[in-house]
């Protein structure tokens, strides 16, 4: 006997995605697009070989904008594997700096090692040196509603 779909079955959930190629890191790459973050909620700890950003994305995914507007979460952006951080246009010691993720690349080197570049507004840019490409998006607290009501890009957004 087969059950009906219940309520509870059509809800929303976090994002918890992990990419170890190219193709799933165009995905993690279109999801963090436009995301927002203080250069503060960067995190780099060498011995772990890890480098974690706390961003506040807009739900790209959400479906349900019409019901509720526009949407942003925050999501703990990981990567690990790394080997060597570099910036360019990133005020270190400037903790309330507030960056702008456009997009993630990878540049393959040394399988299954290479470079992943994080594209920030303004000419910013963060490179990680990996050994290997391993990337995790994970949404860490409920939506919210957009500051600016719209999506990034909306002609009225601010």
Same mark, same amino acid.
């Given at each position: 006997?087969?059950?009906?779909? !219940? =309520?509870?079955?059509?809800?929303?959930?976090?994002?918890?995605?992990?990419?170890?190629?190219?193709?799933?890191?165009?995905?993690?790459?279109?999801?963090?697009?436009? %995301? &927002? =973050?203080?250069?503060?909620?960067? /995190?780099?700890?060498?011995?772990?070989?890890? =480098?974690?950003?706390?961003?506040?994305? =807009?739900?790209?995914?959400? !479906?349900? !904008?019409?019901?509720? @507007?526009?949407?942003?979460?925050?999501?703990?952006?990981?990567?690990?594997? &790394?080997?060597?951080? %570099?910036?360019?246009?990133?005020?270190?010691?400037?903790?309330?700096?507030?960056?702008? #993720?456009? %997009?993630?690349?990878?540049?393959? @080197?040394? $399988?299954?090692?290479? /470079?992943?570049? #994080? /594209?920030?507004?303004?000419?910013? $840019?963060? !490179?990680?040196? &990996?050994?290997? #490409?391993? &990337? /995790? #998006?994970?949404?860490?607290?409920?939506?919210?509603?957009?500051?600016?009501g719209k999506a990034p890009g909306h002609p009225d957004a601010a």
């Amino acid at each position: 006997m087969s059950e009906d779909a !219940r =309520f509870e079955d059509g809800r929303e959930v976090p994002l918890n995605l992990g990419a170890l190629d190219s193709d799933d890191l165009q995905i993690i790459s279109a999801l963090v697009q436009d %995301a &927002v =973050f203080p250069a503060s909620e960067m /995190t780099w700890r060498p011995k772990d070989r890890r =480098f974690a950003i706390l961003l506040n994305r =807009f739900r790209w995914e959400d !479906r349900g !904008r019409d019901r509720h @507007g526009a949407e942003r979460v925050q999501s703990v952006l990981l990567f690990d594997n &790394v080997q060597k951080i %570099a910036s360019q246009g990133v005020e270190r010691g400037d903790g309330d700096m507030i960056l702008s #993720l456009l %997009a993630l690349d990878w540049h393959p @080197g040394e $399988a299954p090692g290479g /470079t992943v570049e #994080l /594209t920030l507004a303004g000419d910013g $840019a963060i !490179r990680l040196q &990996v050994e290997a #490409l391993e &990337v /995790t #998006l994970k949404d860490v607290t409920r939506p919210y509603r957009a500051p600016s009501g719209k999506a990034p890009g909306h002609p009225d957004a601010a």
